[in-house]
C-alpha cells in the first residue's frame, strides 16, 4: 500500500513539474537593447532572444509590433536588421532609435512582452548643404568700403559635423574677396570694386566638413552685380587713348577742330574727329552734363547750345591774315553736381576761299618693279623714270598744295607690300615681290585743310631680272617703228606748212591794217580835229613796261598846260621780236593824237609822234 502511494506521488510530481515547464516557454526573455550603423545591409545582425522556448519547436509563437517594427524580421530566436537597396537606414531621416515589441504567444495567449530599442550608429554619408537664402545673387556699390563684410554664406551638415568655408583662388574675381574666419562664413571686401572696369563678378565659396576623414565638401557660385557710383567726372568723347592696362583705360579729352572760310556766313560748325559732346563718366547713371563757353567766345561770334553743345558762329571773320586761328574752351559739367567738370578746346582755323579740289593728272598710273633682293624700292614708270603720283591743286602756284596727305586705302591689295610719302612717291619692299605678279593699289589724297579728297589707282608688274621697262604705253623700247616715223614726219611737216601759211596771212593782215591806221591818222591831223599838238622838241627815256603814265611836259615857253603820254608796246612781228609797236598817246584837253615814227642816230633811237614828237633812249 505504502507503495502504491509512492508510486502515485511520483507521477503526480512528474506531471506538475511538465505543466510547469511547459507553461513558462515564453519566460526567461527580457527587454533587448542593441546598436546598428545607418547605411547597414540587409539581415544584419541585431539580437539574439534569450526566451525558454523555441518557436516552431514548442507551441509558442512570437510577434514584433510598434512604430519600427517593419525595420526587423525573426529569424528563429534571432532579430535581423529589414532593409533593402530602396530601403535604405537612415540615421537623418529615421532618428537616432528604432523602438519595437516583441509579444510571446503561448497556445494563441499573451504570456510576456519585450521591449526592443535599438540606436541607429551615425555614418558620415552626407555632405554639407548650403542654406539657400545665403547664396543668392548680390548688389554692391563700387562705393563700398574695403574691410566691410559683405555678405555671410550658410552651410548645414545632416551630420552634425563642422564645417568651414573657403574661396577658390582659382577664378579671377577671388581677389575681390576674403574670409577671415574660416568657420564663419563672412565674405570680407579685400579690394576697391570699380564699375567702370569690372560690372560683375563671380566668386565659388566651398563648404567642407573639419573634423572627419572623408573631408567632404559642397560648392556654390554666387554671381556679384556692381552698382555705379558717383565716382567718375564728365569725359568728351570721342575718347583719346592716353593709356590702357589690364584693369583700365585712361582717356585725354580731344581738340575740336573746323574750317571755316573767311567771310563765310554764320551758322552751326561742324567739328572733327565729331561733334562737341560729352558724357558723365559713370556710365550705369548716365548724369545728363550742360555745356558752357569759359574762353574765346569773341564777343558773341561763338555760342554753344548749354544742353546739346551745339556751337554756333553768329558772324563771319573778314580777314583770315589778323585772325588766322580762334580757340574756344568749353566746359561740360553735371547737371547735379557742376563740382564734377571736364575741359576740352576748340580750334577753328580761317581759310581762304577754296576754289578747286585736288585732282590728279592721271585715273590710272602704270607702275613696274625690278625684281630685287633689297628691303626696299621705288616704283618705277615707263622708261625707268621714278613713278610720281601727285594730285594738284589750282588754288596753289604751280598746283602744289602742301597740306595734301597721301595714303593707301585699305581695299587696295598687298597694302602691306607698300607705301606711299608725302611726296608722291611709292616704295614697295622688294624681297617680298615675285616676277610677273601685278598688284593694285588705290591712292587717296586728302586736303587736310578743306577734307577734299581725290582718288588714284596704280597697277603694278613686277620685272624679271634684267628686263627693263618699256619705253611708252603702247609697249617695247622703241617708240615707234619705222612706217610710224614717216607717218609722223609727214604730219608734221603739214602741220608746219599750214602754220607758215597762217603767220603769213596775219603778218599782211596787221601790215596793211597798220597802213590804213596811218593814213587815218593823218587824215585826222590835216582835218584839224586834234589843235592841241605839243611841242616834238621835248624827249623823254625809252621805258619797257606794258603801260604806265609818265610825268608832264611843258608845252613851251606860251604854254603851261601839261602834256601827258601813255606808251603801249607789243610785239609787232614773231618773225622780228626786236622791233616794238610802241603808241604814244598825247592827251590835251580831253582830246588826244597819236602816231610813232623812229629814227637812229648815233646809237639812240628816236620815237615821235606824228604830231608833237617824243624822244626816247634806245
Not at 507503495?3 to 511538465?18: G, H, N
Not at 548680390?138 to 573657403?166: G, M, P
Request: charged fraction near 20%; glycine fraction near 6%.
Amino acid at each position: 500500500m505504502l507503495k502504491l502511494w509512492r508510486t502515485l506521488i511520483c507521477q503526480l510530481a512528474v506531471s506538475l513539474s511538465y505543466h510547469i515547464v511547459k507553461a513558462n516557454l515564453c519566460h526567461g526573455g527580457s527587454d533587448i537593447t542593441a546598436a546598428v550603423r545607418e547605411n547597414s545591409p540587409n539581415r544584419e545582425f541585431i539580437a539574439n532572444l534569450s526566451i525558454i522556448g523555441n518557436p516552431g519547436v514548442n507551441s509558442i509563437r512570437l510577434c514584433l509590433t510598434g512604430d519600427n517594427a517593419d525595420w526587423f524580421f525573426l529569424e528563429g530566436k534571432t532579430i535581423r536588421l529589414n532593409s533593402s537597396s530602396t530601403r535604405v537606414l537612415d540615421r537623418e531621416e529615421q532618428g537616432s532609435i528604432l523602438v519595437a515589441s516583441l509579444t510571446c504567444y503561448e497556445n494563441d495567449s499573451i504570456q510576456t512582452t519585450y521591449r526592443i530599442m535599438v540606436e541607429i550608429l551615425n555614418e558620415n554619408d552626407n555632405r554639407p548643404e548650403f542654406l539657400p537664402h545665403s547664396i543668392q545673387p548680390l548688389n554692391i556699390s563700387e562705393l563700398t568700403s574695403v574691410n566691410t563684410v559683405i555678405f555671410t554664406v550658410q552651410a548645414r551638415d545632416a551630420d552634425d559635423d563642422t564645417i568651414v568655408y573657403i574661396i577658390d583662388t582659382t577664378l579671377p574675381d577671388a581677389s575681390y574677396f576674403r574670409i577671415d574666419l574660416p568657420n564663419s562664413g563672412r565674405v570680407v571686401l579685400a579690394k576697391p570694386l570699380d564699375y567702370e572696369t569690372k560690372s560683375q563678378l563671380e566668386l565659388i565659396i566651398f563648404a567642407m566638413e573639419m573634423n572627419t576623414d572623408q573631408k567632404y565638401n559642397t560648392s556654390v557660385t554666387i554671381k556679384i552685380i556692381v552698382l555705379d557710383g558717383d565716382d567718375q567726372y564728365p569725359q568728351f568723347l570721342p575718347c583719346t587713348l592716353w593709356s590702357q592696362d589690364q584693369t583700365r583705360s585712361v582717356c585725354t579729352n580731344p581738340v575740336y577742330t573746323v574750317n571755316v572760310t573767311e567771310k563765310q556766313q554764320g551758322g552751326s560748325l561742324h567739328f572733327s574727329p565729331g561733334p562737341v559732346y560729352a558724357e558723365d563718366g559713370d556710365k550705369g547713371l548716365r548724369t545728363p552734363v550742360k555745356y558752357t563757353i569759359l574762353s574765346g567766345a569773341d564777343n558773341g561770334r561763338f555760342r554753344i547750345n548749354n544742353v546739346t553743345g551745339e556751337v554756333i558762329m553768329t558772324r563771319p571773320v573778314e580777314n583770315r591774315l589778323l585772325t588766322p586761328t580762334l580757340r574756344l574752351r568749353i566746359m561740360a559739367f553735371q547737371v547735379d553736381d557742376p563740382k564734377k567738370y571736364t575741359v576740352a578746346t576748340a580750334l577753328i582755323r580761317v581759310l581762304a576761299v577754296n576754289r578747286f579740289p585736288p585732282q590728279f593728272n592721271q585715273t590710272t598710273y602704270k607702275g613696274f618693279i625690278m625684281e630685287n633682293p633689297g628691303p626696299a624700292t621705288l616704283v618705277t614708270t615707263y622708261r625707268n623714270a621714278v613713278l610720281l603720283v601727285q594730285a594738284l591743286d589750282q588754288d596753289f602756284r604751280e598746283g602744289l598744295n602742301p597740306k595734301i596727305q597721301y595714303s593707301l586705302t585699305p581695299k587696295s591689295n598687298n597694302t602691306r607690300v607698300y607705301q606711299i610719302t608725302q611726296e608722291g612717291l611709292l616704295i614697295a619692299k622688294a624681297n617680298q615681290l615675285r616676277p610677273h605678279e601685278k598688284h593694285f593699289l588705290e591712292v587717296i589724297a586728302v586736303d587736310q585743310e578743306s577734307g577734299e579728297t581725290a582718288k588714284a589707282s596704280v597697277d603694278i608688274e613686277v620685272l624679271p631680272n634684267g628686263q627693263e621697262a618699256p619705253a611708252s604705253p603702247f609697249g617695247g623700247d622703241k617708240l615707234y617703228s619705222l612706217v610710224d616715223m614717216g607717218v609722223l614726219g609727214g604730219s608734221m611737216g603739214t602741220a608746219l606748212l599750214l602754220l607758215i601759211l597762217v603767220l603769213f596771212v596775219v603778218f599782211c593782215s596787221l601790215k596793211k591794217r597798220r597802213k590804213h591806221q596811218d593814213t587815218t591818222d593823218r587824215a585826222s591831223v590835216a582835218m584839224d580835229k586834234h589843235p592841241n599838238v605839243v611841242n616834238s622838241g621835248k624827249s623823254m627815256p625809252l621805258v619797257e613796261e606794258i603801260s604806265y603814265q609818265n610825268e608832264g611836259y611843258n608845252l613851251g615857253e606860251d604854254e603851261d598846260k601839261e602834256l601827258k603820254c601813255t606808251r603801249h608796246c607789243v610785239r609787232s612781228s614773231l618773225f622780228e621780236p626786236e622791233l616794238r609797236c610802241c603808241r604814244c598817246d598825247i592827251y590835251l584837253n580831253s582830246e588826244s593824237s597819236w602816231g610813232w615814227n623812229t629814227e637812229e642816230t648815233e646809237g639812240q633811237v628816236k620815237y615821235s609822234c606824228l604830231y608833237g614828237s617824243l624822244a626816247f633812249l634806245g
